[in-house]
């Protein structure tokens, strides 16, 4: 057994022969141990009889007559860990469990439509929710309680998970058919709410005028962010607005998004060390974070960095989403190409560990001169900031640190960046938290955005290249001869029909692709997922399921209209069918996001803060298409600074078309590019506004006056 075994026990159980093992797993196991989610993995060898989702689980408890226990959660979930080692690792919970109940797991990450449909049930019956899920269900799939995290017994007056199962135990022996009316009645509830509205409206600003007005109120003017604590990223809120600014001529919208990316950059939140963000941060000031490392916080955050940048020029946005990419590149690189889930809280046991220091740590590292200046400059003390160690945190920025201490801040710059690195490979040196190495659709086409992106706005092709390799992956091992796309890929394995947000991710993530080098296999790709897209989802009221038809519907096929800590996968849908109808002059397309969004409109003027995606999209519905053409013929090069001068700016409602020479594929799927040859064999752009085009500008300053006498 190696060191990492002990610390990422899922290592261990993944490299178990199962072909001899009976099917319930045996004495050692049970039966998640046939499972490849790293969190079930991590449940395989609990006394509890763990069975995986499916039809045999819930035969099992119909023969039985016995309720189902459905636990939810994924594998770098800290309460999660609490849980299991409190609960699901003692033999006395495993035996109230297995006399009464059937056990079932499930990977929230793994199966989404299985956590939104149980998680809204929790959300009606307690007014919260959260991770660990956990739920009791009739043996039809119907629930009747539901909690989040619960200790063994009880304590703190919060009830005990041994108490809670043996009352319910009783109850269903007593009184079954109480039971079962009050679980048809949630069950309606819950159907209901999944319902479609009806209530299409005209698509008008005032849902974004009014999600200006919620964020200035709740804005926290000291250290930047919304509401107070817990605080997340959420970063698609920050590049709302910087749209928002853009539209109404509204600079201090702007700096509300850049002051928090400026605060997370510095705080806790943020990985000063090995870069990358954590998942939010437990306090107002972004100091101490819940430090599990999520795939989609890193590409949300490097996209909202790119907005800032293009928006406001400051190259500190740069660096951030330049650092972001090189941790997703670095450290959740998967060999074939694809990009892994996420890193764990948790340590040797404890969370944080990986991530903390004390003063003694680092100056044994760089010794007393620079270890003196680098716990100044990110507050490492004695006293700490977490259970008596520190987690780096800059407070001051570069410029002011470098005047107190008397140096060239490019001086500074270079000591504290050879400090890091030196950190960094002392960091290596300790046991890393487990890795979930499942590789997601959904999450992987947003990082597949974000790196294209990058790589197109900073000029940095490896990026482009790193984003390339992920769609290859994905299209190569997590699509079915038939075209289908599936969820999840581990250890050679690819399961589980995709669901709404694996396509629209995707679709995004090609987009920028193409918008990235122009290959119209990009393109077209991005168009048939999005077709297929339709066809699976369509609710046949203009608007989206979660779940495709030709997949299990959990209760119903489910709706996942709000924004929360990621886009929602109707949301994302939405844009794409706008950019993509624009780009390809497909009216159809661009209608039919139109009709999403004219679906939402009442949500959206409800509660617009819990609609930051729907409300980009809404954005670039309002505002006037544009496609600027860059006609190059075959001398490519001579489009380099039209190019750089466009991704300069920020300009969400354009798209960008290189037409390289006389290319038949690209005018039929882009009708907008024919007819637009370079004039006199130098670059060419054609700047096309409500589809109708400029005189050539054969000039990047005649192009961009063109750009700026026709403001969206």
């Keep these: 057994m190696t060191a990492n075994d002990h610390a990422d026990p899922t290592a261990r159980l993944s490299r178990i022969d199962t072909r001899s093992l009976p099917e319930d797993g045996g004495p050692e196991y049970n039966r998640l141990i046939f499972e490849k989610s790293p969190y079930l993995l991590q449940h395989a060898d609990n006394p509890v009889d763990w069975f995986p989702w499916g039809d045999d689980a819930f035969a099992r408890a119909r023969r039985e007559n016995k309720p189902v226990f459905l636990s939810i959660g994924y594998s770098t979930c800290h309460w999660c860990h609490v849980m299991a080692h409190e609960s699901f690792e003692h033999p006395d919970a495993a035996a109230v469990l297995k006399r009464g109940f059937i056990a079932i797991k499930v990977d929230r990450e793994e199966r989404p439509d299985i956590d939104q449909a149980y998680m809204t049930a929790c959300q009606m019956l307690t007014g919260s929710g959260g991770w660990p899920l956990t739920l009791v269900l009739t043996p039809d799939k119907e629930p009747f309680f539901a909690a989040t995290y619960l200790p063994r017994q009880g304590r703190s007056g919060m009830a005990g998970l041994i108490d809670i199962l043996q009352r319910i135990d009783q109850a269903w022996r007593t009184d079954q058919a109480g039971i079962r009316q009050s679980s048809s009645q949630i069950t309606r509830a819950l159907l209901e709410h999944n319902l479609a509205t009806g209530d299409s409206r005209p698509l008008v600003d005032t849902p974004l005028k009014d999600a200006a007005d919620d964020y200035q109120k709740s804005f926290d003017r000291e250290f930047g962010g919304f509401g107070s604590a817990p605080k997340f990223p959420s970063a698609h809120n920050l590049s709302l607005l910087l749209r928002l600014a853009r539209r109404f001529n509204a600079p201090p ?81 998967d060999p074939g190409g694809a990009f892994h889930s996420g890193e764990d809280a948790d340590s040797e046991g404890a969370e944080g560990t990986f991530y903390v220091w004390t003063p003694a740590q680092v100056h044994q590292v760089l010794g007393p001169e620079a270890g003196t200046v680098y716990c100044r400059t990110f507050s490492i003390d004695e006293t700490g900031n977490f259970e008596g160690k520190s987690i780096p945190v800059r407070h001051e920025g570069l410029e002011e640190l470098a005047q107190k201490a008397g140096v060239e801040p490019d001086a500074l710059a270079g000591l504290l960046e050879e400090s890091r690195e030196k950190l960094l ?152 069918l706008l950019r993509l109808g624009r780009l390809c002059s497909r009216t159809d397309l661009e209608q039919r996001g139109e009709r999403l969004l004219q679906n939402g409109m009442a949500r959206f003027a409800s509660h617009p803060q819990a609609y930051a995606q729907h409300l980009i999209a809404l954005d670039t519905a309002l505002s006037p298409p544009t496609d600027i053409v860059l006609a190059c013929g075959a001398d490519v090069p001579t489009a380099a600074p039209f190019l750089a001068a466009l991704l300069r700016k920020l300009l969400p409602e354009a798209s960008l078309i290189l037409s390289r020479q006389a290319d038949p594929e690209l005018t039929a799927l882009a009708p907008a590019a024919a ?29 961009l006056r063109q750009l700026e006498e026709n403001p969206s």
């Excluded at 599936?486 to 396509?503: G, H, I, K, S």
């Excluded at 130098?682 to 192009?703: F, W």
């Design 253 to 333: 919208l702007a700096q509300m998004a850049l002051q928090t990316l400026r605060r997370i950059r510095r705080g806790g939140i943020y990985d000063q060390i090995g870069h990358g963000i954590h998942r939010y941060s437990v306090d107002r000031q972004w100091v101490v974070p819940h430090f599990e490392k999520m795939l989609y916080d890193q590409a949300m955050l490097i996209l909202a960095c790119i907005d800032a940048f293009q928006y406001s020029g400051e190259a500190d946005f740069c660096r951030t989403a330049l650092e972001t990419a090189g941790y997703v590149c670095g450290d959740l690189l």
């Design 675 to 703: 007819g637009k040859p370079p004039i006199g064999g130098k670059t060419t752009a054609y700047v096309c506004r409500n589809r109708s085009c400029q005189a050539p500008a054969t000039t990047v300053e005649e192009m």
């Design 425 to 576: 490979a002392a960091r290596h040196q300790r046991l890393r938290p487990h890795r979930d190495d499942k590789v997601l659709t959904a999450w992987n086409g947003l990082a597949i955005a974000a790196l294209a992106k990058a790589g197109a706005v900073f000029g940095r092709p490896e990026l482009i290249e790193a984003a390339r390799r992920a769609a290859g992956f994905i299209l190569g091992r997590l699509r079915r001869p038939d075209g289908r796309l599936l969820r999840r890929w581990r250890q050679n394995d690819a399961a589980v029909p995709a669901f709404l947000e694996d396509y629209s991710f995707l679709a995004w993530g090609l987009f920028e692709l193409y918008q990235a080098g122009f290959h119209t296999r990009d393109l077209r790709t991005a168009l048939e997922l999005t077709e297929q897209m339709l066809e699976l989802f369509d609710d046949g009221q203009d608007g989206l399921y979660d779940t495709g038809k030709d997949a299990e519907a959990v209760l119903d096929r489910g709706r996942s209209l709000q924004d929360g800590a990621l886009p929602s996968g109707g949301s994302v849908a939405a844009l794409n």
